[in-house]
């Protein structure tokens, strides 16, 4: 459907999208997951039309849009500030964009009532929109997009503003209403937790590349890049030298690692050690307890030499312990 | 749509820019800087210095400051008390008391004056009900101060009674369980943290008060001369323009100090107190002496600012001395005569035309400068909502005719344009420059409450840059152009002192026709000032109600 070709843009002579390109297929959700200043806010802009990219186009169902104003994408967009209109109430700010299009009377108050609906809104419609809690905006917000039944939604970090209880909720709803309503999506946000839960497929940005690109459980299981294994906090990761025969030397001794690529002797790569452990595992690594919390079911042990881990059993500080841990190759 | 899809026009930023800034700087050009350099020109000339002006200006710029300094004390006077009453006690009626403490800094002074007269004057309503109580008021400097009193205290009520009001109480409760009693709390804690707001609404207050000119014509007369009455004896009944212009330089430098000075305390009073809720130092008295505290204070403020307001429609009811060249039996009591006397073109009367043409004329120039100022702030205001840097320091350039007093824009204007004084319009024109800097004050901050975001939500909603403008920006401007515009409407209606210099005799605004009824002998032309005076005060009330209900809760403070 939405096809994002070759796009670059420069800030402050800084490249700030360098080279991106991919798709969204009907009924997906795409999300793009990227530290503050990584450039994917701006690349929402792009597609929907309020910004202009250097070079690279935008197209969707074959259509090329680079030219099409904003007005006439027919994209919706939803704020992370929501951007209500607070001349306008709830009833009038969800119709706002139908009264954009001239639809008739009746169709935009059944449009109004149908989206009010879907966000669990009905009986707000004359509430002024100053008046509504944070995560009652954000419904109205997204009963506004709803309601022009855009043929793409975009959110812009659209919980950014709200506390985490409620911020799960309208996760889980927002969900289901992508799937019941079909349109396909692109979600921008700096957190993973929220990427990997609404995301049918995520493109994580970095110094305005895609660095790694998939679901979220092969993202997951194999990020590909030190950078991407720091950013989603998958674990510990090690800085070693290949010395041949799937060993590794690095600062917690020599580990034994499985890994896909051919690698040269002496050749500088990354590792990741998962703080979950393995029993199985052959790497053991040795070091004296200088930190234990307890977090939901176990407790997160941090070792002297640095290495963190989860342990069933409580370890006291001091304590010299022993953990097996499984080591996977990031380069 | 494929047309419109490809229709982009492209214009440069900076010729936008330009643009907005072409018109009202060439009316400030023209009207300010034009004949600002003119009044310069004249000062420096060698013939002006000389050591008899130059003697005669400082024995002019003493007495101002004098009755400015003293003006300034007893306001604070008044002022403190009042802060502390509004910041520390809930009683009944506390918010109409409050509006009304406000009600005289909206007020012209010419209203303010009639007031007095009405209650105190020879010919008021004390004097009439008390005739052997004789004592002077009109014409003494107690006049003058009072009423700078009354139109003042409300600055010191805001400014102090928002600090105060935002005072953290548990900074008390810390200070007294440390050991401090009531008196050292209010020296050591509370006196300290205030410095800062009290020294700025002085300051404020003494700048006011330094620049007055109405008030002092009107109550004090001639004989007091500051520099603004005297500026204005200067060009009117001793003509003596160098003169003039060397006491309007003198009298903007002191502004602009003062205003420097003001601007630092200011920043330095910011920072002091963080913004809390207001609500929790607000009690209802307990003790006893703060019940008669509260109950003798605020009957105090209720009658010290109520009497002279209502005073003055009072008066204008009722006949209390003989017309001019009325004999035999006078009917003394309630009458609609002043107000019928209005209508009237008499023979031998002050005017060539019925005096209600006065308001005639002051509405006509309202309306001039309204839609003078809106077409001049409107593109000032758009370009200061998102000023680049070269664009900040067009803006005090903007704001600087706030500084010059009125009577030395009406002088600016006879040295400049003494050619054109015949014509009706130079009015409308001096009062857009006084109005100017409140208009875009006015609009600046609801054109940049404006997030880009609103406009590019409603983008992306389907609407075109012109549906954008039309659904967002200009329901959200409308209520601020309505404040603008009324208070363009409310300053031109009261403006006095440039209007006394410029205007022609035979149009006359409401202020000029005031005064002129004033300085007339006989109870008829009393009479009508009274009329006049009050529907010029029920004219300026509702604009002020109608500024208070479209202004954007926040914005437009000075």
Known sequence: MLEVQRIFKTYEGKPLLNDISFSVAEGETLCLLGASGSGKSTLLRIIAGLEEPESGFISFSGRDLTATPAHLRDFGLVFQDYALFPHLNVNENVAFGLKMRRLPQGEIAERVANSLKLVGLSGFEKRRVTELSGGEQQRVALARALATRPRLLMFDEPLGALDRALREDLLNELRMILHRTNIPAIYVTHDQEEAFAIADRVLILHEGQIVRAGTPAEVWSSPGSAFVAGFLGLGNIITGRYIGESEVETRFGVLTVDCKHKHQEGENIHLLARPLLAEKATNVVQGVVTDVVFQQDQFKVTLDNGLYVYLREVANVGEKIEVRVKVECLT | ?558
Not at chain 2, 32 to 53: C, G, K, M, Q
Not at chain 2, 257 to 267: A, D, K, W
Request: aromatic letters at 12%.
């Open chain 2, 1 to 558: 749509m494929e047309n419109i899809k490809k229709l982009r026009v492209f214009v440069s930023p900076w010729l936008v820019r330009i643009g907005l800034w072409l018109i009202p700087l060439s009316f400030l050009l023209v009207a300010f800087f034009y004949p600002l350099s003119r009044i310069f020109a004249l000062t420096l000339d060698p013939r002006t210095l000389t050591s008899e002006n130059l003697l005669l200006a400082s024995e002019v710029l003493l007495f101002t400051f004098y009755q400015a300094a003293l003006s300034t004390l007893l306001t604070l006077l008044l002022g403190l008390p009042s802060a502390y009453l509004f910041a520390r006690y809930d009683f009944r009626g506390k918010s109409l008391l409050r509006a009304l403490t406000a009600v005289p800094f909206m007020l012209p002074t010419v209203v303010v004056a009639a007031g007095f007269s009405a209650l105190l004057g020879p010919r008021g309503l004390i004097h009439s009900l008390f005739p052997f109580s004789s004592f002077p008021f009109i014409g003494t400097l107690w006049a003058i101060l009072i009423a700078h009193v009354f139109y003042n205290t409300t600055i010191i009520i805001r400014v102090v009674g928002n600090a105060l009001s935002s005072l953290d109480p548990k900074l008390e409760a810390a200070a007294r369980s440390l050991g401090a009693d009531s008196l050292r709390v209010w020296r050591n804690v509370i006196l300290p943290i205030l410095r800062p707001s009290i020294l700025a609404s002085s300051l404020l207050v003494f700048l006011f008060d330094f620049t007055s000119f109405g008030v002092i014509l009107l109550l004090g007369g001639s004989r007091f001369g500051t520099l603004e009455v005297e500026i204005y004896l200067r060009v009117l009944r001793l003509p003596n323009l160098p003169l003039a212009a060397l006491l309007s330089v003198i009298q903007l430098i002191c502004t602009l100090v003062i205003s420097l000075i003001y601007t630092r305390i200011v920043t330095r009073a910011t920072v002091q107190t963080a913004p809390r809720s207001a609500e929790s130092n607000i009690r209802k008295p307990k003790t006893l002496r703060e019940k008669i505290f509260t109950t003798a204070f605020a009957f105090l403020l209720s009658s010290f600012f109520l009497l002279p307001l209502s005073s003055l429609p009072l008066r204008s009811f009722f006949r209390l001395e003989a017309d001019r060249g009325q004999r035999g039996e006078v009917l003394y009591g309630f009458t609609t005569d002043y107000y019928r006397e209005l209508f009237i073109n008499r023979r031998g009367s002050v005017f060539y035309v019925p005096p209600i043409r006065a308001t005639a004329n002051s509405l006509g120039y309202a309306g001039a400068t309204v839609m003078l100022s809106l077409l001049l702030g409107f593109p000032a205001a758009l370009a200061l909502a998102k000023p680049t840097r070269l664009e900040r320091i067009l803006d005090p350039l903007i704001m600087l005719p706030l500084g010059s007093s009125a009577v030395m824009l009406g002088l600016g204007f006879i040295i400049s344009f003494g050619a054109w004084l015949t014509s009706p319009l130079l009015v409308p024109f001096a009062h857009t420059l006084v109005a100017l800097p409140f208009v875009i004050r006015t609009l600046q901050p609801a054109i940049a409450s404006i997030p880009e975001r609103l406009r590019q939500a409603a983008a992306s909603l389907g609407a075109s840059p012109l549906e954008v403008w039309k659904n967002i920006d200009l329901p959200i401007l409308r209520r601020a152009t309505l404040a603008a515009a009324t208070f363009a409407f409310t300053i031109s209606l009261g403006e006095f002192g440039a209007t006394l210099l410029i205007s022609r005799p035979e149009y006359p605004t409401i202020p000029v026709a005031i005064e002129r009824f004033l300085s007339q002998p006989g109870g008829l032309n009393y009479g009508q000032a009274m009329a006049m005076a009050t529907l010029l005060m029920l004219l300026t009330l509702a604009s002020i109600l109608l500024i208070e209900k479209f202004r954007i809760p926040g914005s437009g403070e000075f």
